[in-house]
């Protein structure tokens, strides 16, 4: 009995990764972007702790008064308080009038719901001093304006619509047959929805919340121009010391820059900590709907 002879099957070659021109170019292109971008960064850092820089490559001493002429100044600590509450008090309104209102969307239908949706994008799409000045004009005579209530009131405007914008698709994504086997269990409307749907929608409100509070600390013009002296928000402080600029030494303002910078930062690790941005989509998609 003779056997064939098997021959070896040849697998498929290896596959090279070769970037090509255009890819190389796009790469280059956005490195130069974050070097530039840090390199700003740094800059701004180090002339908050220069004591003098002119005419060379680093400060000709290092000294910290800068910071805490920035923060006896412009009372830094009531400012950042001051920019936690008002982003606290509109990432929690947000939430609790943009869910609900996002569920009705996404299950209901009814005459005019598309002209609901495209009101709900105009705040989003339009730039904040468009109906800002209308809006702040409106808040002062009804006697809103320069307190906390005021500001609090014109950062909800835009975020409300984001929230309903944003819980929309992952409501749309959640099976109805869940909600009508609970109803048909003795379930109520209430508990429905805090029950079966707000676990299901947690990873979308947590991304919303996020949101909201990054849009909410860095708005300027709509809290710039609601705020009073005992309402005002660190991008507005800033803003303020920017304009101070021939009074105070430059290393003042970048000191107070920075403080900016350090408060954005925290608040996104803190956040962060508690939601993955880049698996929000995948956690809704997976959820057992049975």
Request: aromatic fraction near 10%; proline fraction near 8%; glycine fraction near 6%.
């Amino acid at each position: 009995m003779t056997t064939t002879p098997t021959r070896d099957i040849p697998g498929p070659a290896p596959r090279r990764l070769v970037a090509s021109p255009l890819a190389w170019l796009v790469w280059g292109a956005v490195g130069l972007f974050l070097l530039a971008l840090l390199g700003v960064v740094a800059s701004v850092v180090v002339n908050s702790l220069g004591s003098r820089w002119f005419d060379t490559w680093l400060p000709s001493g290092w000294t910290a008064q800068w910071y805490r002429e920035a923060w006896t100044g412009f009372d830094l600590f009531s400012v950042i308080v001051t920019t936690l509450e008002v982003a606290l008090a509109v990432v929690v309104l947000s939430i609790l009038v943009g869910v609900p209102t996002a569920y009705v969307l996404a299950r209901r239908t009814f005459p005019g719901k598309r002209l609901v949706f495209l009101l709900f994008l105009l705040p989003i799409m339009m730039p904040p001093i468009t109906y800002g000045i209308p809006l702040a004009t409106v808040l002062y005579k009804v006697g809103l304006a320069g307190n906390l209530s005021g500001v609090i009131l014109a950062n909800l405007v835009p975020c409300v619509p984001f929230v309903v914008l944003t819980m929309t698709p992952f409501i749309e994504q959640i099976d109805p047959a869940i909600e009508n086997a609970a109803r048909m269990s003795g379930a109520g409307t209430f508990p429905v929805f805090t029950r079966i749907l707000a676990p299901l929608l947690l990873p979308g409100i947590l991304a919303s919340a996020i949101l909201v509070l990054v849009r909410t600390v860095g708005m300027f013009e709509l809290t710039f121009l609601t705020a009073g002296p005992t309402s005002t928000t660190l991008v507005v402080a800033l803003f303020n010391s920017m304009n101070a600029a021939g009074i105070r030494a430059q290393q003042s303002v970048d000191a107070m820059a920075v403080v900016y910078m350090l408060v954005m930062l925290v608040l996104l690790v803190t956040a962060l900590r508690f939601v993955n941005p880049t698996q929000l989509v995948s956690q809704v998609k997976e959820e057992p709907l049975e």
